[in-house]
Structure formats: C-alpha cells, structure tokens
C-alpha cells in the first residue's frame, strides 16, 4: 500500500486529494493546523490526521520521520498548505509578506527538506507541492501570494531535475481560481484590505466561474500518473499560462487592465 502525507489536507484542495488517494487504495496522513477540521476530514475518509503546522521545521521533519517509521515508506509529499493574501501593494504591510512567505514558501521548504532525503535513501518517492496559475503568470494585488508561489514553481522545477538522479519525481500544481474555502478567508489573522474582503467575487469575474476542487484532485493525480512536471488547470488556466509565455508583455497589459477594473480606476 503507497503512503502519502497531505498538508492542508483539512480542506479545499488538500481534502479532495486526501480523499481520492484514499479511493485509489493509499495509505494517507491528513496533516493540518485546523485540528477539529482535519478530525473531521480524517474520519470522513477513514484516515489519519496529525496536526501540524507547516511553518515548523522540526514539526514537520518530525511527522515525516514517525510516517515512515511507522509504515515503512513514504511514497508521497503533498505540499499542499497554503493562505490566501491580497489587496493592493500599499496596503500590505511586512506582516502580510512576511506571514505568507512563511506558510506558502518556507511550508514548502519544510515539507521537502524532511521527505526528500527519505525518498533519496529509499530510491523512490513523489514529491508535489501546491503554487498557483499566479505563480506562471503576472497577478497583481496579491503580491506576496504571487511571489511566494513563483518561487514555489522554481523550487520544484529545479528540484525535478536534481531529484531524476535518485528515483525521486516532483511536480508542482498550478490551479487557477478553485471553489475552495481560501477565497473566503483571505488574509487570515492579518489586516484585512477591501479587494480580499470581495476576493470570491473577484475570481469569478476574473476566470468566469470557479473550478471544482475535486475535478481539480483527479487533474492532479492525472499528472501526477503521468509524471508532468507542471500541473495546471483549468483550461482557462493553460490558456493564460500559453498566453503569457508567448507575450509576457502582453500578459502584463491584460494584468493592468484587470487591476483597472478591480479598483475602478
């Protein structure tokens, strides 16, 4: 049976893939800092939870560490935690770009720096982290949640290549707008700003209507049996990723008018 840890897998996009690895017949650690809804999850699905909060090093080294102890292996690391910060720029102050990076960057760093060297001395392993479409393309007024999540696609990009030598793979996930519970907490236990207060209704104009979390897990574990170095979905998500490959000048105009339109100027 495969293994897998899931952080943030209390809820939104961590809960649906929890949920269809647990289908599949895998083996899944629920690991999250909400406890009473991870429980929740956990005995939803008939799985573990532990709770966990991905900004603790030694927390994380230390569930990793009891995970494969325990079971022998660990196949997979879902680095999936992650918050939700906007508004624009002058409004955020280093509390903003400071707790993001910690969740949404350092969370990540923390989750690969105690699996990967695991899945190196067992000569397997998977390792998938969570960024966002906002880290492939230009997104304004949730500046540190783009910067976090540009440098979580760097991350693992660059990992993917040293990681082939030892039989372990990695892939990161770009999501467009998902209906997940993010877009009504934003900025959580930070100042809010009036453009996060209204981020749902933003999303929707901005991508039409929002994804499916669970379409979304069964894109993920696609690529993730298909071993695809980036994941991204839906296809308005592609789309626009395409788009700003192709003219990433063009792509910031197409940015500037939605910040136009965002903040009626």
Known sequence: ????????????????????????????????????????????????????????????????????????????????????????????SLDHWNRTIDVNLRGVVHGVHAAYPVMVDQGFGYIVNTASLAGLVPAPLMLPYTASKHAVVGLSLALRAEAALYGVRVSVVCPGFIDTPLLDHT?????????????????????????????????????????KALIVAPASGRAAWRAARLSPSAAVRVAGLAVRRLTKH
């Open 1 to 92: 049976m495969k293994v897998a840890v899931v952080t943030g897998g209390a809820s939104g996009i961590g809960r649906a893939v929890a949920r269809e690895l647990r289908r599949r017949g895998a083996a899944v650690v629920i690991a999250d800092v909400d406890e009473r809804a991870g429980e929740r999850a956990a005995s939803d699905f008939g799985l573990e939870f532990a709770r966990l909060d991905v900004t603790d090093a030694e927390a994380v080294a230390a569930l990793v560490t009891r995970v494969k102890a325990e079971r022998g292996r660990l196949d997979f690391m879902f680095n999936n935690a992650g918050i939700a910060v906007g508004g624009a720029t002058g409004e955020l």
């Open 187 to 227: 900025n959580p236990g930070l100042p809010q700003t009036e453009l996060a207060a209204r981020a749902r209704s933003a999303a929707v104009r901005a991508q039409g209507r929002l994804y499916p979390v669970d379409a979304l897990a069964a894109d993920i574990l696609r690529g993730v049996a298909r071993n």
